[in-house]
């Protein structure tokens, strides 16, 4: 079955603080794999985007890497904010099809 | 990037009662997405619209549900008879090459 998983379900920090999110997959054939950020009550907003070939992928704090032989990511997120607590989801594609295969996602707690 | 604005932000509705939720893209698309999300789980894929046409369509996309784009702009998504467990966020989203771009989401409450 295609799935995303993702751990840990939930984490909380210290601000300033750096943390690792980890998403693994079964999702087969692939695509891309999609991190967003995702507000209470809001819609997903992208973070990176990685194809098959992409083993690393940065957006200012955040940086995803991708490996498609254990297809296995992480994201990264360095000297954290208290804006950054939301859920992060990890987005797997299926080749040759319209859909997105979410993951449950992992929530994130800053504290100051 | 483009913008996805979704109306309304919030529906309460009886069971069994139709509603219709809307998006509404800021600029031309023709790649137009529903998902939704029950409250704790994840997002899931309803429905993938291209070209004036359903292009692809999940399990929970039952006869129940259906959408349009009836004036080239507006992007709907309704549901004929709601049931209790059609409460959740709806998401609307747009590819546009570079990616998907989601809206805010529709929180249907049904009672």
């Known amino acids: 079955k295609n799935q995303v998983e993702q751990s840990p379900q939930s984490l909380i920090i210290l601000e300033g603080k750096n943390c690792t999110l980890q998403?693994?997959?079964?999702?087969?054939?692939?695509?891309?794999l999609r991190w967003y950020k995702q507000d209470t009550g809001r819609g997903p907003v992208s973070l990176t985007i990685?194809?098959?070939?992409?083993n690393t992928k940065s957006n200012g704090r955040y940086t995803a890497t991708l490996d498609a032989d254990t297809k296995q990511s992480s994201l990264h997120i360095t000297a954290s904010q208290l804006s950054d607590s939301a859920s992060y989801i990890c987005?797997?594609?299926?080749?040759?099809?319209?859909?997105?295969?979410f993951g449950t996602g992992t929530r994130l707690q800053v504290f100051p | 990037e483009p913008e996805v604005t979704q109306t309304p932000s919030h529906q309460v509705t009886q069971m069994g009662q139709e509603v219709i939720l809307r998006c509404v893209p800021i600029?031309?698309?023709?790649?137009f997405y529903w998902y939704r999300q029950i409250l704790g789980q994840k997002v899931e894929f309803l429905v993938s619209?291209?070209?004036?046409?359903?292009s692809e369509k999940s399990e929970i996309f039952d006869d129940q549900f259906s959408v349009e784009r009836p004036d080239g702009s507006n992007f709907t998504l309704k549901i004929r008879s709601t049931k209790l467990e059609d409460s959740a966020m709806y998401f609307c989203?747009?590819?546009w090459g570079e990616g998907y771009t989601f809206g805010s989401g529709t929180r249907l409450t049904v009672v």
């Open positions: 987005v797997v594609s299926y080749a040759n099809t319209d859909k997105l295969i």
């Open positions: 998403c693994n997959y079964t999702v087969s054939p692939f695509s891309n």
């Open positions: 990685m194809t098959f070939s992409e």
């Open positions: 600029s031309n698309h023709l790649y």
């Open positions: 619209f291209y070209n004036n046409e359903i």
């Open positions: 989203a747009i590819f």
